[in-house]
């Protein structure tokens, strides 16, 4: 008897055994997927982990249904690395498998499929197979894969599935289909053959008698002493002559037209090469961080804002493509690659491939077999935290940029792991390196550079020498007293505004709210209308005329009276960025203005599209919340506002100083990135605070002491490791009962601190009623032993009836 042990793609807390015949034996292998059947009539997907001869005992092992694979398609390193997942995060390997693999490896009977919108495809060329899938789908838009099994009246149906999608016939699921291409901006440049101003003289002559062509051409001249790129728009605007007036001098062979795609705007004296080179303080912190990857496995960047940290980046990847590496370059945020993998490209050519959740499945199985067959337009993966779980043969290098952003953290669903630790272990497992970069490096991050368990390299000067730039704190308070506030614009921002829109350059405003306002409150009586499903106030949208909760969706039309009094007396408390967008229209009504959260992003690309008018400068003024702080480089902006500084302090987190910090850092970093020093200002309720003073002095260093000291008094990372438990239950007895339960039983069993039942800030979301429990484990106590135990009592708790329906999330590290 010869048996298989299998991780299904399902929360299971282990692996199940399934019978395999002599023959599938010698075919099948570690990491190759099969379809086995689970519970009453399911088909899914399974990967092998282990194949053997003992006999499961506890209950009678099922036959495997097909092998899907012909070699394995996940490698060793993925197989223990997930599993290392699976433990540290305290998640089952089935919901890191489910997590790691593009869906269209992991088809299952559920799985639904439909035909592609845009298929054409030619049903002479279908089997006869496909045909009757694809006549079915005619019919009738989406099947379950368990339904096309009678309709062919076969089990195996997995193979025929795949195929149909790989021919992009069909789709499962909703998928993103197309992908985003960066706007071409046509610009215009003065031919080859005509050296700039010394030729002026000649070329004036020979359009003596084309009126507009001159014009045309000395306002190109006049525009070409910025030393930018010459936008035909901005031409047209400035020299008051048509295109076409411009087309005819591209057609005399005077001016020569060029499209630069927007992730990539440089400078017009170089043509074509694109291999900067490095300024000296880039190449002695190139050099730094050579040599530190020679003694350590990891290395920290720590670069100012606009230091060229990317250019550094690069070099580095050079060197390990050029020994045949393959190198993982991890962005937190997936929208930041599409910038990214022009200028990448560009570089590497075609050795460079994206990865992450919003490209569609084919593209994600392509991109997961070219990793597999360590193919050459894959040996530079970019892309967000999904990518590490690719199966690398030979990762010599990891990249990650941004590492302080929390959004490398995955919070929802399982497995909750953190991409940039997640990626470190990868790493160890190929004995391969890696690069963390940032400007304001996470605490855990920073400690462990100076600690000596990371390498460090830092660069303090921006590339060209720019200033950083300079910051202004303006006190509100006094600013409301002496009445120099219009709406929530100092006299002070409204000047440097100002200033800045009559050079033409443009302005960023930072306000880390969406909606008009969180807080609508009567005037009479006080009421302040609430979400009924959770326990938030609901924020005031004034553009669509509705008061939304944020954390579930929930929405109703702005009253105009109050529910409770009647009364018609209805005032906003505290202000988001639509309000902001509307103030400014008001005070700057000549300004294009537009603005960047989650409301105006929702849509596919929309974000891109944004980054690209506001690079194109078809916007002056450019609102949002901390969508823009990452990573993002605009050379026209001279001026950041941040709207209000407090909110960010004073947010319930022990981290709250630190991301404040980095946030405010990050987001003054946009500003005057090339040329001139840039301006910041900063609005505040509380100008001595440490943390905003740490800002205005760019002092990381100060804030790391400060922070490190808290982090040590009260416990917490770097110090302490931290595990959460989140309970929910829609009875709010039974889960007061059930945390006070779950935190006796830890403290008893834990020789550690174990905090809790705590009701969070928010503690009712869509009628689950929430309590928070926390478990603090110091750095020297051994980890694993201490997730055991924790996992014993949870699994105790879940025996307990009157328990078992409440639902407990851990997360470690959150
Ligand atoms: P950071 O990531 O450190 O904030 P970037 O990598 O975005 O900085 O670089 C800031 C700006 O400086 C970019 O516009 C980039 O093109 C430019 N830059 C950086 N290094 C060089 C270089 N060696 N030569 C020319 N331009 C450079
Ligand atoms: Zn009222
Ligand atoms: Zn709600």
């Known amino acids: ?182 706007k071409l901006v046509k610009y215009i440049r003065l031919h080859r053959d005509y050296d700039a101003a010394s030729d002026l003289q000649a070329l004036l002559e020979v359009l003596k008698s084309a009126k507009k062509q001159k014009e045309a051409l000395l306002g190109y001249f006049q525009l070409n002493a910025e030393k930018k790129p010459i936008a035909v728009k901005r ?37 074509g090469d694109d291999r900067l080179l490095l300024s000296k303080a880039q190449q002695s912190t190139l050099d730094n961080i050579v040599s530190a990857l020679e003694k350590k496995d990891v290395c920290l960047l720590h670069g100012v804002t606009a230091s060229g940290k990317t250019e550094m980046y690069f070099r580095l990847i050079e060197k390990y493509i050029k020994e045949g590496q393959q190198v993982l370059y991890l962005l937190p945020e997936i929208a930041l690659t599409t910038q990214l993998v022009g200028r990448l490209q560009k570089h590497f050519g075609n050795r460079v491939s994206v990865f992450h959740s919003k490209y569609s499945n084919n593209e994600r199985v392509e991109t997961w077999n070219r990793v597999l067959d360590n193919a050459e337009k894959a040996q530079i993966v970019i892309g967000a935290r999904s990518a590490l779980f690719l199966p690398f ?82 006190d509100i308070k006094d600013k409301y007293f002496r009445k120099r506030m219009t709406g929530h614009f100092s006299d002070t921002l409204i000047g440097h505004i100002e200033a800045a829109l009559s050079v033409n350059e443009q302005v960023i405003l930072f306000q880390n709210r969406r909606g008009y306002s969180p807080v609508v409150e009567c005037l009479t009586c006080g009421h302040v209308p609430q979400c009924p499903q959770c326990d938030v106030s609901l924020t005031y949208h004034k553009f669509k005329g509705q008061l939304r ?75 949002g919340t901390q969508m823009l702080a990452k990573g993002l480089d605009f050379d026209n902006v001279s001026l950041v506002g941040i709207m209000n500084a407090d909110n960010m302090l004073y947010y319930p987190d022990f981290r709250a100083f630190e991301r404040s910090f980095q946030m405010m850092v990050q987001v003054s970093g946009r500003s005057g990135r090339s040329h001139k020093q840039g301006k910041v200002v900063i609005q505040t309720f509380n100008p001595m605070h440490n943390t905003i003073q740490q800002v205005t002095r760019n002092d990381y260093e100060g804030m790391f002491k400060e922070q490190l000291y808290e982090r040590h008094i009260y416990k917490y990372p770097p110090y302490f490791r931290l595990i959460r438990l989140t309970l929910k239950h829609r009875d709010f007895e039974k889960l007061r009962e059930g945390a006070s339960w779950l935190y006796e039983v830890l403290r008893q069993n834990l020789d550690i601190p174990v905090l809790g039942p705590e009701e969070p800030s928010v503690s009712r979301i869509r009628n689950e009623y929430i309590r928070t429990i926390m478990v603090k484990m110091p750095q020297e106590k051994a980890l694993g032993q201490t997730k055991k135990r924790i996992r014993k009592v949870l699994n105790s708790f879940e025996t307990i009836a009157p328990y078992r329906a409440i639902k407990v999330i851990v997360n470690v590290d959150f």
């Open 1 to 182: 008897m010869f048996f298989a042990e299998i991780i299904l793609p399902l929360n299971l807390p282990r692996t199940f055994t399934y019978s395999v015949t002599a023959e599938e034996r010698n075919l099948l292998q570690r990491g190759m997927r099969v379809a086995v059947p689970f519970g009453k009539n399911k088909i899914y997907t399974g990967l092998v982990t282990e194949l053997h001869d003992r006999e499961p005992s506890l209950y009678e092992a099922r036959p495997i249904g097909q092998i899907l694979d012909e070699k394995p398609i996940v490698t060793e390193i993925q197989l223990a690395h997930w599993l290392w997942i699976a433990s540290y995060y305290m998640c089952s390997p089935g919901d890191v498998f489910r997590g790691a693999m593009p869906s269209a490896l992991l088809l299952e009977s559920e799985t639904m499929i439909s035909l592609k919108p845009d298929a054409n495809c030619d049903p002479e060329q279908l089997s006869d197979q496909e045909l009757l899938v694809y006549s079915a789908l005619l019919q009738q838009s989406s099947l379950r894969v368990s339904e096309v099994m009678p309709l062919l009246n076969r089990k195996n149906v997995f193979p025929i599935i795949r195929k149909m999608m790989e021919n992009n016939i069909i789709s499962i699921r909703e998928e993103v289909q197309d992908m985003y291409t960066p």
């Open 235 to 271: 031409l047209t605007e400035t020299s008051g002559v048509t295109a076409a007036v411009i087309k005819g001098l591209v057609e005399k062979g005077i001016f020569e037209e060029y499209h630069i795609r927007e992730d990539r705007v440089d400078f017009g004296d170089d043509r």
């Open 393 to 474: 043969r030979q990762l010599g290098l990891v990249i990650i940029d941004e590492e302080h952003e929390q959004t490398f953290k995955q919070q929802d669903p399982a497995p909750r792991y953190h991409a940039r630790d997640a990626a470190i272990v990868l790493a160890s497992y190929h004995q391969a390196k890696v690069l963390l970069g940032s400007a304001t490096p996470s605490l855990e991050t920073y400690y462990n550079a100076t600690s000596g368990k990371y390498g460090l390299a830092e660069i303090t000067e921006r590339f060209g020498n720019v200033l950083m730039p300079e910051i202004e704190l303006v």
């Open 549 to 623: 909760c944020h954390y579930c969706g929930h929405h109703i039309a702005m009253p105009v009276n109050c529910h409770q009094c009647g009364s018609p007396d209805l005032t906003t408390k505290g202000f988001g960025t639509e309000q902001i967008e509307q103030e400014l229209a008001l005070l700057f009504p000549n300004a294009k203005t537009a603005r960047m959260d989650q409301d105006t992003t929702r849509g596919k690309y929309s974000f891109e599209k944004l980054i690209d008018s506001f690079k194109n400068r078809e916007i002056d003024i450019l609102v």
